[in-house]
């Protein structure tokens, strides 16, 4: 489920590529970060509790949405911070 928290940064590099316009990329970083959290941690948590027990299985995962939106808050800084210090060397 951690792979589920996306790369922003990567937004970044392919509006560069796409020759999109920077200042309106980087504007739209923090709300697209909040949604990430927030609607990842919905959707990993619906895959995790809600859709085994739909299916048949028990659910032996006792997990809150709270939980998972750390994990994918941490994971999304790192993230971020590994793709701007690798934009930085060139």
């Known amino acids: 489920m951690v792979g589920l928290a996306r790369c922003i940064a ?8 796409s020759r999109g316009d920077t ?14 959290v927030f609607f990842c941690s919905l959707y990993a948590w ?9 299916l048949g299985f028990r659910s032996t995962v006792n997990v809150s949405i709270a939980e998972i939106g750390k994990s994918v808050f941490i994971t999304a800084g790192q ?3 590994t793709d701007s210090t690798e934009l930085a060397r060139g």
């Not at 990567?10 to 590529?17: G, Q, S, T």
């Open 23 to 36: 200042e309106c990329a980087i504007n739209r970083w923090p709300s697209i970060s909040l949604f990430q």
């Open 79 to 81: 993230c971020r911070h």
């Open 10 to 17: 990567r937004v970044i590099v392919w509006n560069e590529l």
């Open 46 to 54: 619906i895959f995790i509790t809600v859709v085994p027990a739909k």
